[in-house]
C-alpha cells in the first residue's frame, strides 16, 4: 500500500506515540524555555537543607534564569541573585565558605540556606519567598503574628505587587519543574 506524505506523518506520529516519545516531543518547547541548569548543585543543596528541589530551581529560574554571571542592578549576584551583605551573613552561620557569588554550587548552597532559613523562620513558604524577594525587615513589618495569614490569602494580601507577583511566578514555575523534570 503506498501513503501519501499526510498519511506517513499521520503513521510516524502513530508509531512515535505508541513508543512514548510523543510525551518527550510535546515536553520539548516547555523544557527548551524553562531549561534545568545545574540540576546537581540544586539537589544538593536542597537536599542539604531539607527544600523541595523544585523550589530551588523554581528561585534560579525567576532569579537568573540561570545565568551564574547574573548581577542586578542592586548588586545581587549569581544564580540565585544574592546580595553579597547577606551571602557574607549566611556564609558567617551556615559554615560555607566562598571566592565568588558566581560560583554555581556555592551561590545555590548560599541562596538554599538563605531559604531555608526563612522558611524556618516564616512557617510557610510563600512567606519565605515574599521575604527572600522582599526582605525579611519589611515582611516583618507587615505580617501580623497575632494573627497569621492562612493559605491563598498569604499571597493575596502581600502589599507590594512586584513582590505578590514574584511569589505567585516561582510557585507556578515550581509546579512547572515538577511536571517537567519530576522534582519534587
Known amino acids: 500500500m503506498l501513503l501519501n506524505r499526510r498519511g506517513k506523518i499521520y503513521v510516524a ?3 512515535l506515540a ?14 527548551l524555555a524553562y531549561p534545568l541548569k545545574h540540576r546537581a548543585a540544586i539537589e544538593t543543596a536542597a537536599t542539604d537543607y531539607h527544600l523541595p528541589p523544585s523550589v530551588v530551581a523554581a528561585v534560579v529560574f525567576e532569579e537568573s534564569r540561570f545565568d551564574p554571571k547574573a548581577e542586578s542592578t542592586s548588586g545581587a549576584i549569581g544564580l ?17 565558605s566562598f571566592e565568588t557569588l ?18 524556618r523562620k516564616y512557617g510557610d513558604i510563600r ?16 505580617i501580623d503574628r497575632e494573627d497569621p495569614l492562612v493559605g491563598a490569602e498569604v499571597v493575596s494580601s502581600i502589599p507590594i505587587q512586584e513582590t505578590r507577583e514574584y511569589v505567585q511566578r516561582v510557585l507556578k514555575t515550581r509546579s512547572t519543574y515538577i511536571d517537567l523534570y519530576g522534582l519534587q
Open 13 to 15: 506520529a502513530a508509531i
Open 18 to 31: 505508541a513508543a512514548g516519545i510523543y510525551v518527550v516531543a510535546t515536553d520539548a518547547p516547555t523544557r
Open 80 to 96: 540565585m541573585q544574592l546580595i553579597p551583605e547577606t551571602a557574607d551573613w549566611v556564609a558567617q552561620e551556615s559554615g560555607v
Open 102 to 119: 558566581k560560583d554555581p554550587e556555592v551561590n545555590v548552597m548560599l541562596g538554599t540556606w538563605y531559604l531555608d532559613y526563612l522558611l
Open 127 to 142: 512567606l519565605a519567598l515574599a521575604a527572600y524577594n522582599w526582605g525579611e525587615t519589611n515582611v516583618d513589618g507587615w
